[in-house]
C-alpha cells in the first residue's frame, strides 16, 4: 500500500511540475497539493491572470494593486478564498468578484478603498460569508460607498463581517439591515462614540458584537435600547473611554440588569481620576455623582426652614417687646406726658419765633420787593 501511495506521490510531482511551470503567473508561487497560489510582496500593479484551474486559495498580499475589476478574477469557479490584504487598492469596480462562484472568505484588510461601486460585493447566489474589510476604508465616503455596497451586494449568506480599524465615527442607521444572516460584527478600534436608534436593525442572528477600543464614554438609553434588541448576543464593550459622571447612570443600571452577555468586567470607568478603572457594574448612584441634585434638594429645604426659623425668632422678639412695653404701661404713661409736655415746650418755642418773623418791620424789605415786581410787570 505504502509504495503504492509513494508511486503515486511521485507521479503526481513529476505530472504537475511542467505544468506548474507553464501555469503559475510570474511573481506567483503555486501549490498544486494545497491548491493555492501566493503573490507575496513582489510589486504587482494589477491581479495576476491565468491562475491555474485547481486554485481553491489565492494570495496576493503586500503589492502595489490600485485597482480591482470584473477582469480580475475571470474563470476561477473553484476558488473559495481570496486574500487581497495590503495592496494599496483603492477602487473596486461593480461584479469584481461574480465571477467567484464558490468565493466564501473574501479578507481587503489593509487597502485604502476610496471607490466602492455599488455592486461591486454582488456574487450570484450569495456564497460569501466572511468579508475583511479591517483596515481599508480610506474616508467618509467610502463608508457611504460601503453603506451602499451593503445594501446592494446580495450579501444574504455573510456570517461575519470585520470593520475594525477603520476610523468610523458614527454608523449609518440601517447599515446592516441587508445582512440579515450575519453572526459576528466586528467594529473594535474605530472612534464611535454613540450608537443610535436603528443601527443593528434587520440583525436578528448576531452572536457577537465587538466595540472595543472606541470612544464610547457611556450609552445613552436609546443606544441601551438598540444594543437590548440584540437579545443573547455576546457584546464585547471593554476598552472604551467611560466617564464615570451621572450621565452614565442609566449606562450602569443596564449593566447592573441586563441578561445580555456583555463583557461587563472589563466595562471600566476611564474618568474622573478616582474613579478610574473601577468596574461600572455595581457602582452606586452617589459613586457617579448623582448625588448633585439630591444635595441641591438639601439645599433648598436648608434655605426654607432658615425662613421658617427667621419668621419665629422675629415674632418672639415682637412679643417680649410686647409685653415688656405692657409690663412698663405706667413707665409708659408717664413717659408719654413727658414727651407730650416737651413737644409742646417746643410748639411754643416755633409759635415765639414765627411771631418775631411776621413783625412788620421786619418784613419791610420783603414788600417791597413784592411791589417792585408787580411795578415792572
Ligand atoms: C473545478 O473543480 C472541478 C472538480 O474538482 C473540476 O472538474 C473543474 O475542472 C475545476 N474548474 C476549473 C476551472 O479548473
Ligand atoms: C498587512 O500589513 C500590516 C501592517 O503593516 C501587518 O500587520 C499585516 O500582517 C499585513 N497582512 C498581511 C496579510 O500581510
Ligand atoms: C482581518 O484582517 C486583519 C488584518 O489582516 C486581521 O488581523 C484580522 O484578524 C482579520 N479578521 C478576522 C475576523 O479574521
Ligand atoms: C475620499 O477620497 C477620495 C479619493 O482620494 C476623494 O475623491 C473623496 O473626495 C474623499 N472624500 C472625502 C469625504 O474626503
Ligand atoms: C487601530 O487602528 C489604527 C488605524 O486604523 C492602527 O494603526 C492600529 O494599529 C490599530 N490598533 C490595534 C490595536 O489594532
Ligand atoms: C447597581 O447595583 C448595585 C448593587 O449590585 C447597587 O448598589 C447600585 O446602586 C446599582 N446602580 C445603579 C445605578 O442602579
Avoid at 306 to 334: C, D, E, T
Wanted: proline share 4%.
Amino acid at each position: 500500500e505504502m509504495s503504492i501511495f509513494a508511486l503515486r506521490v511521485f507521479w503526481g510531482i513529476l505530472l504537475c511540475a511542467p505544468c506548474r511551470c507553464s501555469e503559475c503567473p510570474l511573481g506567483c508561487e503555486c501549490f498544486a497539493v494545497s491548491h493555492t497560489v501566493k503573490c507575496v510582496s513582489k510589486d504587482l500593479h494589477s491581479v495576476p491572470q491565468n491562475l491555474p484551474g485547481y486554485v481553491r486559495t489565492v494570495i496576493i498580499t503586500g503589492n502595489d494593486i490600485h485597482q480591482i475589476g470584473p477582469d480580475s478574477f475571470a474563470q476561477l469557479e473553484n476558488v473559495t478564498n481570496v486574500i487581497l490584504s495590503n495592496n494599496s487598492i483603492t477602487e473596486m469596480a461593480s461584479h469584481t468578484f461574480s465571477s467567484l462562484a464558490n468565493l466564501r472568505f473574501l479578507d481587503l484588510s489593509g487597502n485604502r478603498l476610496a471607490l466602492i461601486h455599488p455592486e461591486a460585493l454582488y456574487i450570484p447566489g450569495s456564497p460569501l460569508q466572511e468579508l475583511n474589510l479591517s483596515r481599508s476604508l480610506f474616508n467618509f465616503t467610502a463608508l457611504t460607498d460601503l453603506t451602499t455596497a451593503l445594501r446592494w451586494g446580495g450579501l444574504g449568506g455573510l456570517l461575519r463581517l470585520d470593520l475594525s480599524g477603520n476610523h468610523l465615527a458614527l454608523l449609518p442607521p440601517g447599515m446592516f439591515s441587508h445582512i440579515p444572516s450575519l453572526q459576528q460584527l466586528l467594529l473594535t478600534n474605530n472612534s464611535l462614540e454613540a450608537v443610535y436608534g436603528g443601527t443593528f436593525s434587520g440583525m436578528d442572528h448576531l452572536k457577537v458584537l465587538d466595540l472595543t477600543r472606541n470612544g464610547f464614554r457611556t450609552f445613552r438609553a436609546d443606544a441601551l435600547q438598540e444594543l437590548e434588541r440584540l437579545g443573547n448576543a455576546r457584546i464585547r464593550l471593554g476598552d472604551n473611554p467611560y466617564s464615570c459622571s451621572c450621565e452614565i447612570h442609566s449606562f450602569v443600571e443596564w449593566l447592573n440588569r441586563t441578561r445580555a452577555q456583555a463583557d461587563t468586567d472589563d466595562v471600566k470607568c476611564a474618568s474622573p481620576g478616582e474613579l478610574a478603572n473601577v468596574r461600572l457594574r455595581g457602582l452606586s448612584v452617589e459613586a457617579v455623582g448623582c448625588v448633585a441634585p439630591v444635595l441641591a434638594e438639601v439645599a433648598d429645604l436648608t434655605l426654607q426652614t432658615s425662613y421658617v426659623f427667621l419668621g419665629l425668632v422675629l415674632g418672639f422678639v415682637g412679643m417680649v417687646f410686647l409685653f415688656v412695653l405692657y409690663l412698663n404701661r405706667k413707665g409708659m404713661k408717664k413717659w408719654i406726658t413727658d414727651m407730650r409736655d416737651a413737644c409742646q415746650d417746643v410748639l411754643e418755642g416755633y409759635h415765639y419765633r414765627y411771631e418775631i418773623d411776621s413783625d412788620p418791620r421786619l418784613g419791610q424789605s420783603f414788600t417791597a420787593d413784592i411791589s417792585y415786581v408787580y411795578v415792572f410787570q
